[in-house]
Nanobody
Framework: VQLQASGGGLVQAGDSLRLSCAAS????????MAWFRQAPGKERDFVAA????????YVSDSVKGRFTISRDLAKRTWYLQMNSLKAEDTAVYLC???????????????????WGQGTQVTVSS
């Protein structure tokens, strides 16, 4: 299984972006999919997650009300809609999937065993 993230770019504060993460491989099944972000010199932070089957969503307090995670089962793709972007949202955004194992806690990067390459989001103020 491989994950391909796309949709990043350079935008101004207040603008919107939609990130996509597409899973490829002969068969893809996941317990949960997520987005994390990492700014230079900082730790990898949880942004949002979604359960593959049930569709339950989890969103970080720092982006709640501005970011929305969704999925398209048929396309094996999940999305991160980012509205009202702020300069502090600038980071590399990484998509991840819990394919082989999952303990039910979507917030930790240790839950996810498959990662995409990341897409850069830069928000100018």
């Amino acid at each position: 299984v491989q994950l391909q993230a796309s949709g990043g770019g350079l935008v101004q504060a207040g603008d919107s972006l939609r990130l996509s993460c597409a899973a490829s491989g002969r068969s893809f099944s996941s317990y949960a999919m997520a987005w994390f972000r990492q700014a230079p010199g900082k730790e990898r932070d949880f942004v949002a997650a979604i359960a593959w089957s049930a569709g339950d969503t989890y969103v970080s307090d720092s982006v709640k009300g501005r970011f929305t995670i969704s999925r398209d089962l048929a396309k094996r793709t999940w999305y991160l809609q980012m509205n009202s972007l702020k300069a502090e949202d600038t980071a590399v955004y990484l998509c991840a999937a819990a394919v082989g194992r999952y303990s039910g806690s979507p917030y930790s990067p240790r839950e996810y065993d498959t990662w995409g390459q990341g897409t850069q989001v830069t928000v100018s103020s």
